[in-house]
């Protein structure tokens, strides 16, 4: 079973427009749709679409419309009771892929909550084969929030994957000398900003070809205790980096739709490849077939495994 943790779930409301996006226009929308998401939301949505079992846990009230719309979609869950309304994220979507993304705060968590979903997230993790910690955190959550539970973790079975950025990135680093994740899946910013490199030139690189700045700032964060990196490169594919090797995985050509949830995809395929046994390469492979089928679709959409050519991706050792 894979737990996945979503401490700032959403309600996604995805809004297509019928032309580019004009600020201060009044313009006509083509279409919309609203999803339950939240980083970690989505991976158990694309996980249990394969039929990988899965359990979403997150702060929510009963009433609140989002566990309807999670029902709906199918996914077990587990709510963890807590004051306010799961924010609305707002997603502007055009033609040509280009995505804009409005996200609300999130409701305040005290004291009192935080334990809640601490104590939550301990009683249902040693039954976990993974741990999933994915999202922003709400307000008044403590920025180490992350790097408290790999820590409360580290001596159970389950293996924790967490994908974040920002604030509470940097402080589940600045913990990896305590207890570091089996996974994290940052992009090429996120990466960047925990090595100290330039963004910009870790893309450029890949995109003439040479993943080599990539793999370098992968195998520092290898070197501070993390067991494995995925780093999501958008268009250029993948790296992945653990202490046996790396590897890059390109996609094929697709037309792009919508990002959302493109690399909350990625690390679905990842986590499926792996409890179904595969090696490495396999892992990347399904990794990237996922973010790119998730990149083809429009709004919030997340794909089925029917969408999902992993062979279509080429993987090669670097």
Same mark, same amino acid.
């Given at each position: ?12 409301? =995805? ?48 009433? &609140? ?9 199918? $996914? ?10 799961? /924010? ?11 995505? %804009? ?8 968590? &005290? ?6 979903? %601490?104590?939550? $997230? ?6 976990? !084969? ?33 994908? =974040? ?61 993390? /067991? ?15 202490? !046996? ?42 990794? $990237? ?27 090669r050792s670097i």
């Open positions: 079973m894979i737990l996945t943790v979503t401490p700032n779930p959403s309600i996604d409301r =995805t809004i297509t427009l019928a032309a580019p996006l004009v600020r201060g226009a009044v313009q006509r929308v083509r279409s919309t749709s609203a999803e339950p998401g939240g980083k970690g939301v989505n991976v158990a949505r694309a996980l249990s679409l394969a039929g990988v079992p899965t359990l979403a846990l997150l702060p929510a009230d009963a009433d &609140d419309p989002f566990l309807a719309l999670l029902a709906g979609a199918a $996914v077990d869950h587990a709510a963890v009771p807590g004051p306010g309304a799961v /924010r609305t994220n707002l997603t502007i979507t055009e033609d040509d892929g280009t995505t %804009t993304k409005l996200n609300e705060p999130g409701a305040n968590r &005290d004291a009192s909550d935080v334990a809640a979903l %601490t104590d939550a $997230v301990a009683a249902r993790a040693a039954a976990a !084969d993974w741990v999933v910690l994915s999202g922003s955190l709400p307000p008044g959550m403590p920025v180490d929030w992350y790097a408290q539970v790999v820590a409360l973790l580290s001596g159970l079975d389950c293996r924790v994957a967490v994908d =974040t950025s920002d604030a509470p990135l940097d402080a589940l680093a600045a913990g990896f000398g305590v207890a570091a994740p089996d996974l994290i899946k940052p992009n090429s910013e996120e990466l960047a900003g925990l090595v100290g490199a330039s963004a910009e030139q870790l893309e450029y690189a890949v995109a003439q070809g040479d993943p080599a700045p990539v793999v370098a700032a992968a195998a520092r964060l290898i070197d501070r205790g993390v /067991r494995a990196v995925l780093a999501t490169l958008g268009a250029a594919g993948a790296v992945l980096v653990d202490a !046996d090797g790396a590897w890059l995985a390109t996609p094929p050509p697709i037309t792009p739709r919508s990002t959302v949830g493109a690399g909350d995809s990625s690390l679905a395929g990842y986590l499926r490849a792996d409890v179904a046994g595969a090696d490495a390469a396999g892992r990347i492979a399904m990794a $990237v077939g996922y973010g790119s089928a998730a990149a083809s679709l429009p709004g919030s959409a997340l794909p089925g495994p029917e969408l999902v050519d992993a062979a279509a991706v080429a993987v």
